[in-house]
Each structure stands twice: as C-alpha cells, then as structure tokens.
C-alpha cells in the first residue's frame, strides 16, 4: 500500500510526529463507524467513505484515512480515537 521509504518520510501535519501504519483491527472499527454513519473527523463532518487503511500519529490520538490507496494529510479530515472504545460498544 504505501512503501517503507514513503511511510519514513510521512509525519503529522499537526505536530510533526511521526506516522505509522494502523492496525487492521483499528481499520475494521473505523469501517464499522462509518457504516453506521458514526465516524466523524476533527472537523466535526461524518466520514462517509470506508478506509483502504489509516496513518496513526505516534500518540495514538488520531489516523488520518488513507482513501483509495492514497494518505489524506489534512489536519481537518484526521480522524480523533478519544471515544472510540465507547462508539463501538454502543452498538
């Protein structure tokens, strides 16, 4: 999906972490989200795309989605994981 010299270079465009590749089982949680239309970004929008995969920052806070084979690095579209435990075991 994306190469080990890309993924080297790629940091957060929010405080220049490093990003590393999400788990699939953070990207199954994440794709149950959205189809239930539960997953909203930091910009308060509901995602409404699946994820191919996901960048996550270093503290473990935020993915930013990769969408069709491609990292979407806007700090709006980051998605937040405070919470996350508890949106999935509410449904």
């Known amino acids: 999906m994306i ?3 890309l993924l080297e270079i790629l940091v957060c465009p ?4 490093p990003l ?3 788990d ?3 990207v199954a949680k994440l794709n149950h ?7 909203k970004n ?3 929008e509901v995602v ?3 994820l191919d995969g996901g960048l996550l920052r270093s503290d473990g806070t935020a993915v930013y989605p990769i969408i069709d084979g491609i990292p979407i690095l806007l700090i709006d579209e980051a998605i937040p994981l ?6 999935c075991a509410e449904d």
């Not at 929010?14 to 972490?17: K, P």
């Open 3 to 5: 190469s080990k010299e």
């Open 14 to 17: 929010d405080d220049r972490t």
């Open 20 to 22: 590393t590749l999400a």
């Open 24 to 26: 699939q089982v953070l």
């Open 33 to 39: 989200l959205v189809a239930a239309g539960q997953l």
């Open 42 to 44: 930091r910009a308060g």
């Open 48 to 50: 409404e795309r699946p």
């Open 82 to 87: 405070d919470g996350l435990a508890q949106e």
